[in-house]
């Protein structure tokens, strides 16, 4: 009976000659997708420390309102659109601000509408504060002298009531008053990909936390 020769073993070179073309597409498709999945959590992550930024500012909000009224001083946030730093100043003691307009950039121009305040302490705490020399940080547990936001994170504008226009670059000012007032104001904070705005309440210091951008409206910009 005759026998059939046996198959050849796979030579020791044909088994180490490496990948096959379709198991280089299954690791290329393994590398993508994973790829693709580090990019939403890095996404995710920006997003969590911009939400957590804007809890803290909006607790700060309330935390200078409240300083200002027990310790009978005029306080203001500061918020540096150029550097993304924002942080506490109080003034020495029963302080005004200038009554003026401020341009885009945070300048000081010419004075005029004093109308703009709602009633006669705002308007006389508002006319005593000369110079900014008049504030100095303010330091305390809960709120530290300096803060930067998040990077990637930026104030796309800050509105506030003694301006004309929405700031988008310079610096604005956030005042509290020792009669338990503060300024009506829009801040919009976002990280490229989602925006949140605080909207403070001028009688009360309470804000108010919107998952987007809510335009200042017109009504607002006219008092």
């Known amino acids: 009976m005759a026998h059939r020769p046996a198959s050849a073993a796979p030579s020791h070179s044909?088994?180490?000659?490496?990948?096959?073309?379709?198991?280089?597409?299954?690791?290329?498709?393994?590398v993508v997708a994973l790829g693709m999945a580090v990019i939403p959590s890095i996404e995710a992550v920006m997003g969590v420390k911009t939400r957590e930024e804007v809890g803290k500012?909006?607790?700060?909000?309330?935390?200078?309102?409240?300083?200002?009224a027990l310790s009978g001083r005029t306080c203001r946030l500061v918020f540096d659109l150029d550097e993304t730093l924002w942080w506490p100043e109080c003034g020495a003691g029963r302080v005004r601000v200038s009554q003026r307009e401020e341009s885009s950039r945070g300048a000081r121009v010419e004075e005029k509408a004093k109308d703009k305040w709602t009633t006669e302490e705002e308007k006389e705490a508002m006319a005593e504060?000369?110079?900014?020399?008049?504030?100095?940080?303010?330091?305390?547990?809960?709120?530290?002298?300096?803060?930067?936001?998040?990077?990637?994170?930026?104030?796309?504008?800050?509105?506030?009531?003694?301006?004309?226009?929405?700031?988008?670059?310079?610096?604005?000012?956030?005042?509290?008053?020792?009669?338990?007032?503060t300024e009506r104001a829009y801040l919009h904070v976002g990280d490229g990909r989602d925006t949140y705005t605080i909207i403070v309440n001028p009688m009360t210091g309470r804000t108010k936390v919107v998952g987007e951008k809510v335009p200042v409206p017109d009504r607002e910009m006219r008092k």
Do not use: C, D
């Not at 309330?62 to 300083?67: F, I, L, N």
């Not at 990637?152 to 504008?157: D, L, Q, R």
């Open 129 to 181: 504060v000369e110079a900014k020399r008049a504030f100095a940080p303010y330091e305390s547990g809960s709120l530290a002298p300096n803060r930067r936001l998040p990077e990637g994170t930026t104030f796309e504008s800050v509105w506030t009531q003694h301006q004309t226009e929405p700031y988008t670059k310079g610096k604005a000012y956030l005042y509290f008053f020792p009669q338990g007032q």
């Open 57 to 68: 500012l909006a607790g700060s909000i309330r935390a200078m309102y409240g300083e200002a």
């Open 14 to 30: 044909s088994r180490e000659r490496g990948f096959t073309l379709l198991e280089l597409l299954v690791v290329i498709g393994v």
